[in-house]
C-alpha cells in the first residue's frame, strides 16, 4: 500500500484524484483465488473511514494495524512485512509454495 503526497487525477468516473494505491502481486498457480482475494480487497478499501483513517496513518506500522483491526480482521493473515491478505486465500499461497505466517 502506498499513500502518495500528491493524489493523481486519473479522471476517474467519480472524478477524485488517487492518493492510496494498493498493490497486489499474486502467484500464477494460484490464479483460481485471485479474483475473490480482490474483491475482498475492494471491499475493506471502499469503507471510507478506511481509506481516511489509512490516509491519517503516521506510520506503515499504524495504516497495517489499521487493516488487520477493521471488521474483516478474522478473515486476514500476515504474509510478510506490512502484506495482509484474506486468510481464506492463504491456502492458496500455501500450495503455491509461497511462505505464509498468520498473525492472530
Not at 486476514?76 to 491478505?85: A, D, E, F, K, N
Given at each position: ?95 503455491s509454495g509461497a511462505a505464509r505466517t498468520t498473525v492472530n
Open positions: 500500500m502506498t499513500r502518495l503526497a500528491q493524489p493523481i487525477d486519473f479522471d476517474g468516473p467519480d472524478d477524485d484524484p488517487v492518493d492510496l494505491i494498493y498493490t497486489v502481486l499474486w502467484p500464477r498457480s494460484a490464479t483460481s483465488a485471485f479474483l475473490p482475494a480482490l474483491s475482498q480487497i475492494c471491499r475493506v478499501l471502499r469503507t471510507s473511514q478506511v481509506r481516511e483513517r489509512l490516509r491519517q496513518a503516521q506510520s506503515s506500522d499504524e495504516a497495517l494495524a489499521i487493516l488487520e483491526t477493521e471488521p474483516h480482521r478474522a478473515h486476514t493473515c500476515r504474509v510478510g512485512p506490512g502484506i495482509v491478505i484474506p486468510k481464506q486465500f492463504s491456502n492458496a499461497l500455501e500450495s
